[in-house]
């Protein structure tokens, strides 16, 4: 047996997971500790960096012993260590990269530096199993929002379209805010939308016209569709009917998104979805994805929702399926990379 450690801090959570991979490649998850610094960014209504990196500061090393303490192992039974070292915000990236080296150092084993997006395909793997070859993965977070081909999660990731503007979390998360709903707004807008009518109002489906790019996304132009809707109601004295709005704006993000990985899906001859990220989370997403995937007769995947957001279980998965295939580590120089391509799955 092999232990792999995972850390995540690319954004406002700060995640230590704990894997165990058997010889014949299986994976058992031994710890998921996950501290979140989104409350203190909420009155903001958005991720404030600074704010990010400091409270990951001061979660790393209680979250470290509280995985250790849940896996039931010492920290000398640490086979390996994986970290996010891209993409995401460049100081929160900082302190997991910095932590990791100290750790494999210290300790005396071999440091994996990863990207964070096909950590959220790997997360899957650990509900799931081993992924089928190819597999197409849409991911949706508050920062990304991808289609991604992935032929060999260790080593081939090919983007196959992303969002040109918006990532469809952070268009939830706006739209939150000009209904008045609190920050992050995805699950208070699911709610909202499950009371309204999503016919009610027919928003804009960005980039579905004949002559747009096939499997890229756009949300800024549904957005500015709200916000003019809910001015023009305002101006005219009328009550915003915030449940039908959410509900008609859910519908048109499921609808767009699903519409086009089921076609990417399709067009490229790939029998196996996988949706992940936080806004997998959102229950039209999945439900609409379920339905259409059944009708392509293609397989849907959704890890629970734990798995979904951001976490170090699906960084501590990755390094497995790294160590698996014989990938070489990162040298112990490695940094950290905001921009890091999805195509580069380790440094
Ligand atoms: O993956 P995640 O936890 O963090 C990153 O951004 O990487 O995703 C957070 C995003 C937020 O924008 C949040 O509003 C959205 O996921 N989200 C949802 C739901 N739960 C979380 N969006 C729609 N419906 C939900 N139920
Ligand atoms: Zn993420």
Redesign the pocket.
């Given at each position: 047996m092999t232990i792999i450690l995972g850390i995540e801090s690319?954004?406002?959570?700060t995640g230590v997971g704990i894997v165990d991979l058997a010889d014949d490649g299986g994976m058992t998850l031994l710890a998921d500790e996950v501290a979140s610094s989104v409350e203190q960014h909420a009155r903001f209504g958005g991720?404030v960096p600074e704010v990010a990196s400091r409270a990951h500061l001061e979660a790393m090393v209680p979250s470290m012993r509280r995985a250790v303490d849940t896996a039931g192992i010492a920290l000398s039974d640490v086979d390996a260590i994986a970290v996010t070292c891209g993409p995401?915000l460049a100081g929160a990236l900082l302190v997991g990269v910095a932590a990791a080296k100290a750790y494999a150092a210290a300790l005396d084993v071999p440091l994996y530096g990863v990207n964070?997006l096909p950590g959220?395909v790997a997360a899957d793997t650990l509900e799931h199993g081993a992924l089928p070859a190819p597999c197409l993965a849409l991911l949706?977070?508050?920062?990304?929002t991808q289609l991604l081909r992935v032929d060999d999660l260790a080593t081939k990731i090919t983007e196959v379209g992303s969002t040109i503007d918006d990532?469809?979390?952070?268009?939830?998360?706006k739209v939150?805010r000009i209904l008045g709903l609190p920050?992050?707004?995805?699950?208070p807008?699911?709610?909202a939308a499950a009371r309204g009518d999503a016919q009610a109002i027919r928003f804009p489906r960005g980039l579905t016209g004949p002559r747009d790019a096939r499997f890229d996304f756009s949300f800024s132009g549904l957005k500015t569709a709200v916000a003019r809707w809910v001015e023009g109601r305002e101006r005219d004295g009328e009550p915003v009917p915030v449940d039908d709005v959410a509900a008609s704006f859910?519908e048109a993000?499921a609808d767009v998104l699903t519409a086009k990985a089921v076609r990417a899906a399709t067009e490229l001859g790939i029998g196996t979805m996988i949706v992940?990220?936080?806004?997998?989370?959102?229950?039209?997403?999945s439900g609409l994805a379920r339905a259409r995937c059944a009708k392509a007769g293609i397989e849907l995947r959704v890890p629970r929702?734990r798995l979904?957001?951001?976490n170090g279980a699906m960084i501590a998965a990755l390094g497995a399926h790294l160590v698996a295939s014989g990938v070489r580590p990162s040298s112990l120089d490695l940094s950290a990379d905001p921009a890091l391509p999805v195509s580069t799955v380790s440094v």
């Amino acid at each position: 047996m092999t232990i792999i450690l995972g850390i995540e801090s690319s954004c406002d959570e700060t995640g230590v997971g704990i894997v165990d991979l058997a010889d014949d490649g299986g994976m058992t998850l031994l710890a998921d500790e996950v501290a979140s610094s989104v409350e203190q960014h909420a009155r903001f209504g958005g991720v404030v960096p600074e704010v990010a990196s400091r409270a990951h500061l001061e979660a790393m090393v209680p979250s470290m012993r509280r995985a250790v303490d849940t896996a039931g192992i010492a920290l000398s039974d640490v086979d390996a260590i994986a970290v996010t070292c891209g993409p995401g915000l460049a100081g929160a990236l900082l302190v997991g990269v910095a932590a990791a080296k100290a750790y494999a150092a210290a300790l005396d084993v071999p440091l994996y530096g990863v990207n964070h997006l096909p950590g959220h395909v790997a997360a899957d793997t650990l509900e799931h199993g081993a992924l089928p070859a190819p597999c197409l993965a849409l991911l949706v977070s508050g920062g990304h929002t991808q289609l991604l081909r992935v032929d060999d999660l260790a080593t081939k990731i090919t983007e196959v379209g992303s969002t040109i503007d918006d990532a469809a979390g952070e268009a939830y998360d706006k739209v939150a805010r000009i209904l008045g709903l609190p920050y992050p707004g995805g699950p208070p807008i699911d709610k909202a939308a499950a009371r309204g009518d999503a016919q009610a109002i027919r928003f804009p489906r960005g980039l579905t016209g004949p002559r747009d790019a096939r499997f890229d996304f756009s949300f800024s132009g549904l957005k500015t569709a709200v916000a003019r809707w809910v001015e023009g109601r305002e101006r005219d004295g009328e009550p915003v009917p915030v449940d039908d709005v959410a509900a008609s704006f859910q519908e048109a993000v499921a609808d767009v998104l699903t519409a086009k990985a089921v076609r990417a899906a399709t067009e490229l001859g790939i029998g196996t979805m996988i949706v992940s990220g936080g806004v997998a989370a959102n229950s039209r997403l999945s439900g609409l994805a379920r339905a259409r995937c059944a009708k392509a007769g293609i397989e849907l995947r959704v890890p629970r929702p734990r798995l979904c957001t951001d976490n170090g279980a699906m960084i501590a998965a990755l390094g497995a399926h790294l160590v698996a295939s014989g990938v070489r580590p990162s040298s112990l120089d490695l940094s950290a990379d905001p921009a890091l391509p999805v195509s580069t799955v380790s440094v």
